[in-house]
């Protein structure tokens, strides 16, 4: 199918998206974890997808096609690919708020994690945000979370059947990333698969 048509896309989810990023912004704001922390600044990612997310998102709505989308879509893609950067780092925000021990993980193992979030970005995130050229309504992204939920269980079943095979020599960081990849995987296989159905 086509993109679908500016009209299908709800202002709803940009306003409900933008006042989740809002508020966490604002949490940052006197909170000790927005001081940097692994070369980053987390109030500055808040503050790149407070600005991004909108762009992006009127972007596909309203200016996809014609001349004017052409010449900006050099924009857009830049964005996109930004806005998945800024997903992976309010990930990493959240695990070193709740003081995950695997947050070092996520802050050296970044090249590897960042191309499996990137399989989990693009089918499942991006349409949950909406911002792909097809549009997911709310009832068609619970049958994709419902996939790749399902997805991402079958993983972490994988993932422990291989650990109990092979993980004991792997240590502490590399029986996370194992499991982690295979999860991921399966989210993303997931994703696609519901994605697939809607067509």
Known sequence: MGEAKGTERSLLRLLF??????????????HPIAQPSWNLNFRCNALFFLAAYPLLYVYRWKLAE???GMILWPLSFALSWGLGVSCYLWLTCGC???????LKC?????IVLGILFALVYFPLLQPLLGITRKYFTLWQMVGTL??????????YLLGQFVD??????????GRFLLWLSLILVGMAVGAIAGGRGKE
């Open 106 to 110: 996520l802050t050296r193992d970044e």
């Open 164 to 173: 109990q095979k092979f993980g004991a020599g792997l240590g502490l960081d």
């Open 146 to 155: 419902f996939f790749s939920a399902l997805g991402g269980f079958l993983g």
């Open 17 to 30: 998206i933008e006042a989740g990023a809002l508020g966490g912004y604002l949490y940052l704001q006197s």
């Open 66 to 68: 014609g001349c004017l």
């Open 96 to 102: 070193y708020y709740w003081g995950s021990p695997f």
